[in-house]
């Protein structure tokens, strides 16, 4: 005959009545995610630049992105919760929130809407221009001998040109060409800050030579 146990669940029971219940008091009480649970996905409508890339990569179409409308919306009941819209976001303004949305009896979308951006400052009105004539005015190239500089700070010589294309160029400028000094006309040479015209048409500069040079330089052209 087998042996048998009386009040075998005593020792279970008594234990039972005197430590804390297993189950949780939810929800009365907020329950504690572990770490990395998969609840839903969160935006920070403001930081969204409305790429669509969260909607492309969205395995099962629950993310629309309407780049007009400056909206963004999710279907709640297709999201798997997967991330991957997260990790595309490339404004990083997708979180997965650990925890659950509240039950409803209907499936619907949950849409935000972007503000629209500031609109941009009026450019501050530029200072009124020099007069027409003016050699300094701004955004006009200057003409000084043969030297064009222009007004991005750049220079041309003109002394390399015909004296068509040289004029070609003077009228394209918006310049006119100085008259020919009577020194040149009588077969001299002539200075022209650090720039020598020979009777022949061409140049020297003189900045490249020492300082002894040049005054024998211009000894020999009758120019000191």
């Known amino acids: 005959m087998p042996k048998t146990r009386i009040m075998a669940f005593t020792w279970s029971t008594l234990k039972n009545l005197f430590s804390k219940p297993a189950t949780k008091n939810y929800p009365a009480e907020p329950i504690k995610y572990p770490e990395r649970s998969r609840g839903h996905i969160e935006i920070d409508i403001e930081d969204c630049i409305s790429c669509s890339m969260c909607a492309r990569s969205c395995p099962t179409g629950a993310i629309t992105v309407d780049r007009k409308e400056l909206t963004w919306a999710i279907n709640r009941f297709d999201c798997l919760a997967c991330g991957y819209c997260v990790i595309k976001c490339p404004k990083k303004c997708l ?17 935000f809407k ?23 005015a701004p955004g006009k190239a200057t003409l000084n001998g043969d030297i064009v500089t222009m007004a ?32 040149e006309a009588e077969g001299k ?3 022209e800050g650090d720039i020598v015209r020979l009777p022949n048409g061409k140049t020297m500069d003189l900045s490249k030579l020492p300082e002894a040079n040049r005054e024998k330089v211009l000894q020999k052209l009758g120019l000191k």
Request: hydrophobic residues 35%.
């Open 95 to 111: 979180h997965l929130v650990p925890g659950y949305q509240t039950p409803e009896g209907e499936k619907k979308e949950v849409s």
């Open 114 to 136: 972007r503000p629209a951006p500031a609109p941009k400052p009026a450019a501050a009105p530029s200072a009124a221009p020099k007069a027409a004539g003016s050699a300094s």
């Open 152 to 183: 991005n700070g750049k220079t041309m010589d003109l002394s390399k040109f015909p004296a068509e294309k040289k004029a070609e160029i003077l009228k394209k400028l918006g310049l006119d060409a100085a008259p020919a000094p009577k020194a």
């Open 189 to 191: 040479a002539t200075l």
